[in-house]
């Protein structure tokens, strides 16, 4: 689990409506710095962004897209590592569906070696369902119903939290997960190292 370093609500906003889009950041003196720094020739991430969501019962977000696709836009760059489309996965809105989520992360699985640096992104709604026990927290994709997470569209963050530690113990990678969602601070566990600024 050393290897595994989970930052929360990176790039968040004061509420999940989000009330203001990205701003160009130094990379010198930014959190990204920390990444540009690490980056190498095996660094592959993931980038989703949702703003615009398929169930009409579910509120559309200003910036979660436009935030994905600056950060995508950064990873591109000399700065960010110059990442190409074979390193490099981005899910904006209706792309961004459940299905195509889960295919992206199981690339992850199936490419990923030793010491290589992975870099999950997800701007969008998280939820948690209430109705059971343990309250499961979801990240909502695309397709995601405005209830009933059981039935598709959401990933869980259980299952989303074991791939995390799969790519991490099993694919021996440094992981880092940057998430900007309602509910995403029950990924945190005790034997994870994360950053919290969970607003919602």
């Given at each position: 689990m050393r290897r595994l370093c989970i930052a929360f609500n990176f790039?968040?906003?004061?509420?999940?409506?989000?009330?203001?889009?990205?701003?160009?950041?130094s990379t010198t003196n930014s959190p990204l710095s920390t990444i540009n720094q690490q980056l190498s020739?095996?660094?592959?991430?993931?980038?989703?962004?949702?703003?615009?969501?398929?169930?009409?019962?579910?509120?559309?977000?200003?910036?979660?897209?436009?935030?994905?696709?600056?950060?995508a836009n950064f990873l591109r760059s000399?700065?960010?590592?110059?990442?190409?489309?074979?390193?490099?996965?981005?899910?904006?809105?209706?792309?961004?569906?459940v299905a195509q989520f889960a295919i992206a992360l199981d690339w992850l699985m199936e490419v990923v070696k030793e010491n290589d640096?992975?870099?999950?992104?997800?701007?969008?709604?998280?939820?948690?369902?209430?109705?059971?026990?343990?309250?499961?927290?979801?990240?909502?994709?695309?397709?995601?119903?405005?209830?009933?997470?059981?039935?598709?569209?959401a990933l869980a963050l259980p299952m989303f939290q074991d791939i995390i530690t799969t790519l991490s113990a099993q694919n021996k990678a440094k992981v880092i997960v940057i998430t900007d969602a309602c509910r995403s601070g029950k990924l945190a566990g005790s034997s994870v190292r994360w950053i919290a600024n969970n607003r919602c």
């Open positions: 790039l968040a906003t004061i509420l999940c409506a989000q009330q203001k889009g990205t701003s160009p950041l020739t095996n660094t592959y991430a993931v980038v989703v962004g949702i703003s615009d969501y398929q169930d009409n019962n579910i509120s559309d977000l200003r910036f979660a897209d436009k935030d994905a696709e600056a950060f000399s700065a960010g590592g110059r990442l190409d489309v074979d390193h490099l996965k981005v899910l904006l809105n209706e792309k961004a569906t640096q992975v870099i999950i992104y997800f701007s969008g709604h998280g939820d948690v369902e209430k109705k059971t026990i343990t309250q499961p927290g979801y990240l909502l994709c695309w397709d995601a119903p405005s209830r009933v997470y059981l039935a598709g569209g």
